[in-house]
């Protein structure tokens, strides 16, 4: 088991900054890539970021690339979401996830096995 926390989000401006955070517990950290996804009202969840469990390689989404930056620090079982530049269609529930199959596809949601909470981030005009 993996228990996911995330926190950092808030109310911010366009073109403002965010840095959210997932600490995790539970098994072991390191040993598992991690992603953020997000979802708006009325749409589905859709997939931000991800980076492997050395923190070698990193993936986003197009709508994210050149201003959301994904990180870890597996000394202190968090992956963090640096997110510059927002912009009002950035407004979403932001989640951490763990991914749990192994080969490609860091993108679907159905790789991954747990899930925070979530935390609003809300980005206004």
């Known amino acids: 088991q993996v228990q996911l926390v995330e926190s950092g989000g808030g109310l911010v401006q366009a073109g403002g900054s965010l840095r959210l955070s997932c600490a995790a517990s539970?098994?072991?950290?390191?040993?598992?890539?991690m992603g953020w996804f997000r979802q708006a009202p009325g749409k589905e969840r859709e997939f931000v970021a991800a980076?492997?469990?050395?923190?070698?390689?990193?993936y986003y989404a197009d709508s994210v690339l050149g201003r959301f930056t994904i990180s870890r620090d597996n000394a202190k079982n968090t992956v963090y979401l640096q997110m510059n530049s927002l912009k009002p269609e950035d407004t979403a529930v932001y989640y951490c996830a763990t991914r749990v199959s192994s080969g490609s596809g860091y993108a679907k949601s159905d790789k991954y096995g747990y899930w925070g909470q979530g935390t609003q981030v809300t980005v206004s005009s």
């Open positions: 980076i492997t469990w050395s923190g070698a390689k990193t």
């Open positions: 539970g098994r072991t950290f390191s040993s598992y890539a």
